[in-house]
């Protein structure tokens, strides 16, 4: 089993920045592929960002220039820099982790962001 605990969600005016962490425990040598999901109200849980072991990223259109996600290795832990921030970002976001072939198989508990107008 893995366990996932997230970080750094919060409240911030558009335009601003939050830094998201995720750290992973338990059976790490399992993980291969470490990303974030985000589910606003009333709407299904979406792609953000998938790091996978060959280190490509993958990001959702919605996002691409204004977050970046990152990952060392050495302390199991994924990040994610969200910059440019709009308040169609606000939503629960989730840590995810799993094989490169099944990704989401574990979920971290999820972190508030919201960006005010």
Same mark, same amino acid.
């Given at each position: 089993q893995v366990q996932l605990v997230e970080s $750094? $969600?919060?409240l911030v005016q558009a335009g601003g920045s939050?830094?998201?962490s995720c750290a992973a425990s338990g059976d790490?040598? @399992?993980? @291969?592929?470490?990303?974030?999901h985000r589910q606003a109200p009333g709407k299904q849980r979406e792609l953000v960002a998938l790091i996978t @072991?060959?280190? @490509?990223?993958? +990001?959702a259109d919605s996002v691409k220039g204004r977050f970046t996600a990152s990952r060392d290795n050495a302390?199991?832990?994924v990040y994610l820099q969200m910059n440019t921030l709009k308040p169609e970002d606000t939503a629960v976001y989730y840590c995810n982790a799993g094989s490169d +072939? +099944?990704?989401t198989? +574990?979920? $971290?508990? $999820?972190t508030q962001v919201t960006v005010s107008s």
């Amino acid at each position: 089993q893995v366990q996932l605990v997230e970080s $750094g $969600g919060g409240l911030v005016q558009a335009g601003g920045s939050l830094r998201l962490s995720c750290a992973a425990s338990g059976d790490v040598f @399992s993980i @291969s592929a470490m990303g974030w999901h985000r589910q606003a109200p009333g709407k299904q849980r979406e792609l953000v960002a998938l790091i996978t @072991s060959e280190t @490509s990223t993958n +990001y959702a259109d919605s996002v691409k220039g204004r977050f970046t996600a990152s990952r060392d290795n050495a302390k199991n832990t994924v990040y994610l820099q969200m910059n440019t921030l709009k308040p169609e970002d606000t939503a629960v976001y989730y840590c995810n982790a799993g094989s490169d +072939y +099944y990704p989401t198989r +574990y979920w $971290g508990q $999820g972190t508030q962001v919201t960006v005010s107008s």
